[in-house]
């Protein structure tokens, strides 16, 4: 449904994309993440057709973004950082606006956008001013505008920007919805929301793409092999006793609480059996062996490092 090739987008000598190729099917739903000011903006502006690129191409929906630019944008929603509204009209007077000019018919426009406020949580809002609305609630009506037109693919730039924990779970829950039978872009810097939402995550820095993976493999990026959170109860150094098992390829020593050992050991197969072994020949007990899952934010700083992350 989206095809970039080579995507680059030069501002006088400045490389703000370079060479960025990826594709996404229907029925996906993609992050795109990475420091600030890495690309993603410009390349999500290059697909919606808002700027042309200086090299490469695109296709969205079976159309050229850069020959055929209003077949595309008919075909996209598109909710930049900053929603594009007018603070002196209501939600419903702005809602009908924007149907207009996406061309949504008259038979179906008010049930149409009814329906739309209700999916985003607008109900009862149509005479409200949008310059009287909080920035959650603008964010709302800029998701709104985004799906009047029913479009096959959507671009979403930071899509809960402004949302309280609240409100967060009803849209998390329409975005994935809107995935069914769509295709899905969406920018954020919270990864916790890639990780909730997303199948797959594309990493982008310094305008090229560093990393393409469904996000438990981004997260296996981390380090090598696997790891587990182990609790030892003995006040003994351990830590060296466990680097010598064969199936450890390292251990990081948390400290002691308590009585109890802290550790992190890094293994390239599941360690637990020679770990019970040698504390049955030690003599201590195990309190605890757990498998320690990689977060996002790891593989991420990983991959990008965290000097401009923010």
């Not at 987008?9 to 400045?14: M, N, Q, S, W």
């Not at 996404?24 to 290059?46: D, E, L, S, W």
Request: net charge negative; aromatic share 6%; hydrophobic share 45%.
């Amino acid at each position: 449904m989206i095809v970039a090739e080579n995507l680059t987008k030069r501002f006088g000598t400045f490389a703000a994309v370079q060479g960025v190729s990826f594709e996404v099917g229907t029925g996906q739903i993609v992050g795109f993440i990475g420091p600030n000011g890495a690309g993603k903006t410009t390349t999500m502006r290059m697909l919606t057709g808002f700027i042309p690129a200086t090299e490469g191409t695109a296709q969205v929906a079976g159309f050229d973004v850069f020959e055929s630019t209003m077949q595309v944008r008919s075909r996209v929603g598109y909710l930049p950082e900053t929603p594009p509204l007018y603070m002196e009209l209501s939600v419903g007077q702005y809602l009908n606006f924007i149907a207009d000019i996406r061309e949504v018919g008259r038979s179906v426009k008010l049930r149409r956008i009814g329906a739309v406020m209700e999916a985003v949580g607008l109900e009862g809002f149509e005479n409200k001013l949008l310059g009287s609305l909080s920035k959650g609630y603008r964010q709302r009506v800029g998701l709104a505008q985004a799906i009047i037109h029913d479009p096959p693919v959507l671009i979403l730039d930071e899509p809960t920007s402004g949302l309280d924990p609240n409100q967060l779970v009803g849209i998390r829950s329409f975005i994935k919805n809107l995935a069914a039978d769509r295709t899905v872009i969406l920018s954020t810097h919270i990864l916790t929301e890639v990780e909730a939402l997303c199948d797959r995550a594309i990493v982008i820095d310094h305008g090229r793409v560093v990393a393409d993976d469904t996000i438990d493999g981004l997260r296996n990026r981390v380090g090598e092999g696997i790891r587990y959170r182990v609790e030892l109860g003995t006040t003994r150094p351990v830590a060296v006793a466990l680097g010598q098992l064969s199936r450890v390829s390292q251990v990081e020593d948390l400290g002691s609480q308590s009585g109890v050992a802290r550790l992190m050991v890094h293994a390239t197969e599941d360690p637990r059996a020679e770990i019970a072994e040698l504390a049955k020949v030690e003599g201590f007990a195990v309190h605890a062996m757990e498998r320690h899952a990689p977060s996002l934010e790891e593989a991420f700083l990983g991959l990008v490092g965290d000097e401009r992350w923010a």
